[in-house]
């Protein structure tokens, strides 16, 4: 090939990749770049917003960033008022963790059983307390740590952590005979359930939680 040749070529390629159009989000210098009724705004082809066009609103949208997933699996089961399965585990803790709320009695004789695992003391109804899964309890970890539940109704009230609801044991005198506690489980006093506007007699209701 001749060098005039080559030079022709070379001129060709330029003259086409310079001429080439962008699609959504492709590169671009002024309008001509850009295909179809797409313009060029900040060095990328996108949608005329006086023209109201919504090409590019229909591209697949970008992979969000990963959140955390739920690996806890159950470590087994327990024959305690029928057939349940134990957890040592919790759903990953986040800024709104999702849970069940349920009602405790924190009280000496009352159906939480005995006195409670931070303190080895029994509690006053009235105080805002509550009682955590095994898993989120983490080995009192997180003993006298206060924490915000909001509830559906959208009140929030903060309370503190005495106790933990065993998801790995039941049945007996120590958890007042009950079952084990599922592993998503806030068990709040009557005092958490009056904050939150909501009756005891519901028995279990949605909630989310967050450390303070």
């Given at each position: 090939?001749?060098?005039l040749?080559f030079?022709s070529?070379?001129?060709t390629?330029?003259?086409s990749?310079s001429n080439?159009i962008?699609?959504?989000?492709g590169?671009?210098?002024?309008?001509?770049?850009?295909?179809g009724q797409l313009?060029?705004i900040?060095?990328?082809?996108?949608?005329?917003p006086?023209?109201?066009?919504?090409?590019?609103?229909?591209?697949?949208?970008?992979?969000p960033?990963p959140?955390p997933?739920n690996?806890c699996?159950?470590?087994g089961t327990?024959?305690c008022n029928?057939?349940?399965p134990?957890y040592?585990?919790s759903?990953?803790?986040?800024s709104?963790?999702p849970?069940q709320?349920t009602f405790n009695?924190f009280?000496e004789?009352?159906?939480g059983g005995g006195?409670?695992?931070?303190?080895g003391?029994?509690?006053?109804?009235?105080?805002r307390i509550?009682?955590?899964?095994?898993g989120?309890?983490?080995g009192?970890?997180?003993?006298?740590?206060?924490i915000?539940?909001r509830?559906?109704?959208?009140?929030?009230v903060?309370?503190k952590?005495?106790d933990?609801c065993?998801?790995?044991?039941?049945?007996?005198?120590e958890?007042?005979?009950?079952?084990?506690?599922?592993?998503?489980?806030?068990?709040g006093?009557?005092?958490?359930?009056?904050?939150?506007?909501?009756?005891?007699d519901?028995?279990i209701?949605?909630?989310?939680?967050?450390?303070?």
């Amino acid at each position: 090939m001749s060098n005039l040749a080559f030079l022709s070529l070379i001129f060709t390629i330029f003259i086409s990749t310079s001429n080439a159009i962008s699609q959504c989000n492709g590169p671009c210098k002024t309008w001509d770049d850009c295909d179809g009724q797409l313009i060029c705004i900040n060095g990328k082809c996108n949608d005329d917003p006086n023209v109201g066009t919504k090409i590019c609103k229909s591209s697949p949208p970008s992979v969000p960033s990963p959140t955390p997933t739920n690996t806890c699996r159950p470590s087994g089961t327990i024959n305690c008022n029928g057939i349940h399965p134990i957890y040592r585990c919790s759903p990953p803790v986040t800024s709104s963790t999702p849970a069940q709320l349920t009602f405790n009695d924190f009280s000496e004789g009352g159906d939480g059983g005995g006195p409670s695992s931070c303190d080895g003391k029994y509690h006053n109804n009235d105080e805002r307390i509550v009682a955590l899964s095994t898993g989120w309890f983490a080995g009192r970890s997180r003993c006298g740590k206060m924490i915000r539940i909001r509830a559906n109704n959208g009140k929030t009230v903060t309370a503190k952590v005495v106790d933990e609801c065993d998801s790995t044991m039941g049945c007996d005198a120590e958890h007042a005979f009950q079952s084990p506690c599922k592993n998503n489980i806030v068990d709040g006093s009557i005092a958490v359930w009056r904050a939150l506007g909501l009756d005891t007699d519901i028995g279990i209701v949605p909630v989310t939680w967050s450390m303070v």
